[in-house]
């Protein structure tokens, strides 16, 4: 999605939101800009394409100035070009905005402004929002901001500058996350942490309907009606390194390898080997209100929406409580039988996935008591749920997840651990569940150790036209996820599916060219999933089989076979979606594809 930074204090802005703008290329985006108030006015400076577009035009002439703000933009208004590149000007060119999100009504202020006599030079709703402000205008841009913002609908995250104000910057959120970065004289905005890190550690998170007003000597916080909110001034935790590549060739790369780290980094604190169960305080229910819950619904999108299905077999299971899991698009225009005694699980990396946001407000809206399982500290989805887990899984870069997958996974099974011991999950079956979760981060490095035998098999696949990706019981949720990561970082059209089903139709598209991948750990279901590699065997497709031991019989099967730890069986699929991950990576490095920034997706969607 869009990236907002913005400067005001005694330093050259210009630099300083440049580089700003490198910390945010992995949000995803197709043309970038800056404004500088530069003395004789405002300075303006935007290029499609690439951040490396805008610095070859600021190569020679570097605007000079100690405010400003800078934008990348993902388009949803208008094609991704220079003129719709932000930042964009009111009528009079005095006053500059950047945003991320969509205002809803531009069109009906589009058509009054035009019969004022206001010309426009984009395509673009926020060109529409900045010259209302300037129609607003009278001597205070916060005041012209506030006025504006009364009268537009939509989500956005803004940022004000003006060469009649040039010590102010007026921001405002409403639905695409803000921050202020409060460092030593001098004060940021940004759309997340990243362009901050390097300046300060401390930062005041906007909530929608809130205006954050900076200007070099401090900064203040309001609604669009009042003029003072207090806020508190949080510590990011996250070392700048931690977002940089740390000698990985992607980001993706580096966050497959980090999972052994990231999913104990989930797990720490949380596990009661004693009690066989878990601590999960942060969910803000108690014990009698998890006795009192008669259904579950996880809402989720994508990877997250796959892990959710994970969590339906774990929590049926173990717990015996009804599961349903939807989609947050589907689940938000529903009408949701949802009441008090629902529980509702929004699963989010991001936690600013539009979706899923409007999901969990429309399950509040019914009674339910909402619980978020959530990478981003401080987003969106978390302040909003009643309680949640953090995943800890540190910042995932890639636009593909990967290490955020098997952490919403592990976060599952340390709800499902604890609602269980509570209902019909005796002490020792906790303590087995413990044990084996405790074990998984070494597992992943066993399977880790054997990345170049995933690269050397991913080598005969690279020209595949299509794949499948077969599993049964909780692995079918593990087979949509390898076929998600293919098909959305290598461009190979995959599909995923219950292994039962490929009888039912997709046996139809089986041949030499198909690579046709079995999650089949020694589970209850073993044997029949080997009846399916039969299946595929016969028609002359190519069977790849992830299972714990390659025996003869295996052998026989498959034309390609990787053997993975054995662990408990909900648990397995943190461990076979590991050679999944890594088999979309060297395939879509070897077609030469951006793997951390996919063609078309983002990072987070933060809009419909
Ligand atoms: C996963 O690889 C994709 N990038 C995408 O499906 C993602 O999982 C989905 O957009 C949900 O994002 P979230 O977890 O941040 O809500």
Not at 149 to 155: C, P, Q, Y
Not at 344 to 355: F, M
Not at 482 to 496: D, M, Q, V
Request: overall charge negative; proline content about 4%.
């Amino acid at each position: 999605m869009c990236g907002i930074v913005g400067y005001v204090g005694p330093r050259e802005a210009a630099g300083i939101l440049v580089e700003g703008l490198r910390r945010l290329e992995y949000r995803g985006y197709d043309s970038a800009g800056i404004a500088v108030v530069n003395g004789n006015g405002l300075e303006i400076r935007k290029a499609a394409g690439k951040l490396s577009s805008l610095e070859q035009q600021l190569a020679n002439a570097m605007p000079h100035g100690t405010i400003g703000i800078g934008h990348t933009r993902w388009a949803t208004h208008g094609a991704p070009t220079t003129p719709n590149a932000h930042p964009h000007t009111d009528q009079n060119e005095r006053i500059a905005v950047i945003h991320n999100g969509i205002i809803e009504n531009a069109g009906s202020i589009r058509k009054m402004l035009e019969q004022r006599g206001h010309s426009f030079h984009s395509d673009t709703d926020t060109e529409v929002l900045v010259h209302l402000v300037g129609e607003f205008y009278q001597g205070s841009l916060e005041e012209a901001v506030a006025t504006a913002l009364r009268e537009v609908d939509g989500a956005y995250g803004l940022a004000f500058i003006s060469e009649d104000e040039p010590d102010v910057i007026v921001a405002a959120r409403k639905g695409s996350p803000l921050l202020v970065g409060v460092g030593e004289g001098e004060y940021f905005i940004a759309s997340d942490a990243s362009p901050l890190l390097e300046h300060t550690r401390s930062v005041v998170y906007l909530d929608d309907g809130e205006m954050a007003i900076l200007t070099r000597d401090g900064y203040r916080i309001r609604n669009l009606e009042t003029d003072r909110i207090e806020k508190p001034v949080n510590q990011i935790e996250w070392d700048l390194a931690a977002v940089e590549r740390g000698g990985y060739a992607h980001f993706m790369l580096k966050e497959i390898f980090e999972q052994p780290e990231s999913l104990w980094n989930t797990l720490r604190g949380h596990l009661l080997e004693d009690e066989g169960t878990s601590r999960v305080t942060g969910l803000n229910l108690s014990d009698e209100q998890i006795k009192q819950l008669d259904r579950i619904v996880i809402t989720a999108c994508g990877t997250s929406w796959h892990s959710a299905l994970i969590g339906e077999y774990m929590l049926e299971e173990l717990a015996r409580i009804p599961v349903e899991v939807e989609y947050a698009s589907e689940f938000r225009y529903r009408n949701p039988v949802v009441d008090e005694r629902t529980l509702v699980i929004g699963i989010s990396q991001s936690g600013e996935t539009a979706d899923t946001l409007a999901a969990i407000r429309e399950a509040k809206l019914r009674g339910a008591r909402t619980i978020g399982l959530v990478n981003v500290v401080g987003s969106t989805i978390a302040r909003e749920v009643d309680g949640g887990i953090y995943l800890h899984a540190g910042p995932e870069v890639g636009v593909a997840s990967t290490k955020a997958f098997t952490s919403q996974v592990a976060a599952l099974a340390l709800v499902a651990l604890r609602f269980a011991r509570l209902r019909n999950l005796s002490i020792l079956q906790g303590r087995d569940l413990i044990k084996h979760l405790q074990e998984l981060p070494a597992h992943i490095q066993t399977i880790l150790d054997k990345a170049p035998e995933i690269e050397a098999l991913a080598e005969r696949f690279v020209r595949a036209p299509n794949a499948l990706f077969l599993g049964r019981g909780v692995n079918f949720p593990a087979a949509l996820e390898g076929a998600l990561k293919l098909k959305e970082i290598s461009y190979i059209h995959a599909e995923g599916y219950p292994a039962a089903e490929m009888k039912h139709g997709p046996i139809a598209l089986i041949d030499e060219m198909m690579p046709v991948v079995f999650l089949a750990p020694n589970d209850a279901v073993y044997q029949k999933v080997l009846s399916n590699m039969e299946e595929v065997r016969a028609r002359g497709g190519k069977v790849i089989a992830i299972v714990n031991e390659c025996d003869a019989e295996v052998e026989r099967l498959a034309n390609a076979c990787m053997a993975i730890p054995v662990t408990h069986e909900l648990l397995s699929p943190i461990l076979t979606v590991i050679p999944l991950q890594l088999f979309a990576y060297y395939v879509a490095v070897r077609r030469g594809c951006n793997v951390d920034q996919p063609r078309n997706l983002a990072k987070s969607v933060t809009v419909e």
